[in-house]
């Protein structure tokens, strides 16, 4: 398995301003993923963080607005950039281990309200 | 379309009773299904990883089931307590390269004394 930790745990945040989120693992990770979970729903994948190279985007999301990072196996950010109330959600962490890519685990999340 | 569908979506039981959870996917090519729990406040944790050919699986007082005729999973959790409080998330993962997963809206389960 795979200790996950992100930073900050949660934050309050104004209209307009921007965010940036830290994940770190215990372990070399093949793949890392930052997901957000708006309020009652589900996870929905945001980007696969690439070690050396740019993102991997799903649809509805773009780099403009979530920057990531990732300058190494064991490290990656998530920037939240000109913040609006409907981007407060739990964002999530997550990594593949290099044993079984498959298989996902999660950090505790960061709690962001935008005001 | 790839989709993962969970009933109910809400469930209220007294704690020592038993429950069944469902997922319905319309998932292809179909890799694994796992169930997720998700405490309030954090990240979701693996509770169950099924492959095509397995047809129940256990985890202590979880036993997930897996019909992959019919793409049905169930999740029925025995003796429940109060800290089984959670949200319960099937997640089918796709059989591609990625390893994408197609996440259910989850079901919230919600143990009274």
């Known amino acids: 398995s795979a200790v996950i930790s992100q930073k900050p745990s949660r934050d309050i945040c104004q209209r307009g301003t921007s965010l940036t989120i830290q994940c770190q693992v215990d372990?070399?990770?093949?793949?890392m993923f930052w997901y957000r979970q708006q309020p009652g729903q589900s996870l929905t994948l945001i980007a696969t963080?690439?070690?050396?190279?740019?993102?991997?985007?799903e649809s509805g999301f773009v780099i403009d607005k979530f920057p990531i990072s990732r300058p190494n196996l064991t490290f990656s950010t998530l920037t939240v950039s000109n913040m609006s109330p409907e981007d407060s959600s739990i964002y999530l962490c997550?990594?593949?281990?290099?044993?079984?890519?498959?298989?996902?685990?999660f950090g505790p999340g960061t709690r962001l309200t935008v005001t | 379309k790839n989709q993962v569908e969970q009933s109910p979506q809400s469930l209220i039981i007294l704690e020592g009773k038993n429950c069944t959870l469902q997922?319905?996917?319309?998932?292809?090519?179909?890799?694994?299904l796992r169930w997720y729990k998700q405490d309030t406040g954090r990240g979701p944790v693996s509770l169950t990883i099924m492959t095509f050919s397995e047809n129940t699986k256990s985890n202590g007082r979880y036993t997930a089931t897996l019909d992959a005729d019919t793409k049905q999973s169930s999740l029925h959790i025995t003796a429940s307590q109060l800290s089984d409080s959670a949200s319960y998330i099937c997640?089918?993962?796709?059989?591609?390269?990625?390893?994408?997963?197609?996440w259910g809206a989850g079901t919230k389960l919600i143990i009274k004394p």
């Open positions: 997640v089918v993962i796709l059989m591609d390269s990625n390893y994408q997963l197609i």
């Open positions: 963080a690439n070690q050396g190279s740019e993102a991997t985007y």
């Open positions: 997550s990594v593949g281990l290099l044993t079984d890519a498959a298989e996902q685990y």
């Open positions: 372990s070399q990770v093949t793949m």
């Open positions: 997922c319905n996917y319309t998932v292809s090519p179909f890799s694994n």
